[in-house]
């Protein structure tokens, strides 16, 4: 449960931790306008070492944002744009042959990255949509027998349009679990939207922000650090029953055909220890498990037929389990 049970070492880790999330935060919003909750989100996805899938409309800025935090931590990134020709190969990569060598040499994919923005994952087939599988769950692709180990900051998020379903195939239900969180990004505020038009109005040109270049402030290593610093926030055990309450209700519900599975319960728990960490808190609470509940649990929902006719949401069902579970004191 606690690697470490000192409540100093505890504060010490959400503080630094903390601190580091704020800067990138800071950072990304001179570029991303009014989407904090969805900064907030990605970094916790990054932190607790989990893939994500990011679902929003055209036009909201998905891959800026990617872009933006590779840059701010001076990781590679890869952008893979998914059609519905595109092969496995060409995304984990392939063997060449070498006419000098007379042998076989492996080239590298675009998953041979730190973060990899796969663009619109449900427009290529599931055999494609299948070679992130052992990508995503290994850190590693093998070829020919060989295992070829991938970064250890390897992350994949992945962007879905709401909207467009012409022409698109679903991701099987064993690869929407291995993503943490589907993270909803909509429209900013008009405010937002304004601050955004009076930066874009200072200067030339409509593709200033895209083009702006943000400087890395936090090294590979302070995040892998940070990583390692989560296992430090405490979790008592009313708050392991509270997280697993919420998990095996989710099985329970009449409305729902198939509930959470045991990844998804660490995934939350990983996914609250860093809201807290970024909070500031050494310790997780009820508010810290609620804040990450509807990314965490939205996408692995399947609701019955007659919960669809009757128009009823995954992220309903999520309120309704959040509001008859007892909260721990």
Do not use: W
Not at 12 to 35: D, H, M, P
Not at 153 to 163: K, S, Y
Request: aromatic share 4%; net charge negative.
């Amino acid at each position: 449960m606690d690697t470490d049970n000192n409540p100093n070492h505890s504060q010490q880790a959400a503080s630094t931790i903390s601190g580091i999330a704020k800067a990138l935060k800071n950072q990304l919003e001179t570029v991303i306008f009014g989407q904090g909750e969805v900064i907030d989100l990605l970094l916790i996805g990054l932190l607790s070492e989990g893939h994500m899938l990011l679902e929003g409309l055209p036009g909201t800025a998905k891959t800026t944002l990617v872009k933006s935090l590779a840059q701010l931590l001076g990781l590679t990134f890869n952008r893979v744009q998914l059609t519905p020709d595109m092969l496995p190969a060409e995304i984990t990569g392939t063997s060449i042959y070498d006419m000098n060598s007379r042998s076989f040499s492996f080239k590298q994919g675009p998953v041979f990255t730190d973060l990899l923005l796969a663009d619109e994952i449900n427009r290529t087939p599931p055999k494609t949509q299948s070679a992130l599988l052992e990508a995503m769950e290994e850190q590693q692709v093998t070829m020919d027998g060989q295992r070829n180990p991938l970064s250890p900051l390897f992350t994949v998020i992945a962007t879905l349009n709401p909207v467009e379903f012409e022409g698109t195939f679903p991701l099987p239900e064993a690869q929407l679990d291995r993503f943490m969180m589907k993270i909803q990004m909509k429209y900013p505020a008009p405010a937002a939207e304004k601050q955004m038009l009076a930066e874009f109005a200072k200067h030339a040109g409509t593709r200033y922000l895209y083009q702006k270049a943000l400087t890395p402030i936090v090294s590979r290593e302070e995040v892998l650090e940070c990583r390692k610093l989560l296992g430090q926030i405490l979790v008592e055990d009313s708050m392991l029953d509270y997280i697993l309450q919420i998990i095996q209700d989710t099985r329970q519900n009449p409305n729902i055909e198939l509930g959470c599975s045991p990844r998804s319960a660490l995934s939350l728990l990983a996914a609250s220890r860093a809201h807290a960490a970024i909070q500031g808190q050494g310790f997780v609470t009820p508010d810290n498990v609620k804040a990450v509940a509807g990314a965490i649990i939205r996408h692995r929902l399947i609701l019955t037929a007659e919960a669809e006719l009757d128009e009823l949401t995954a992220d309903q069902m999520v309120q309704q389990t959040l509001s008859k579970i007892a909260v721990p004191r």
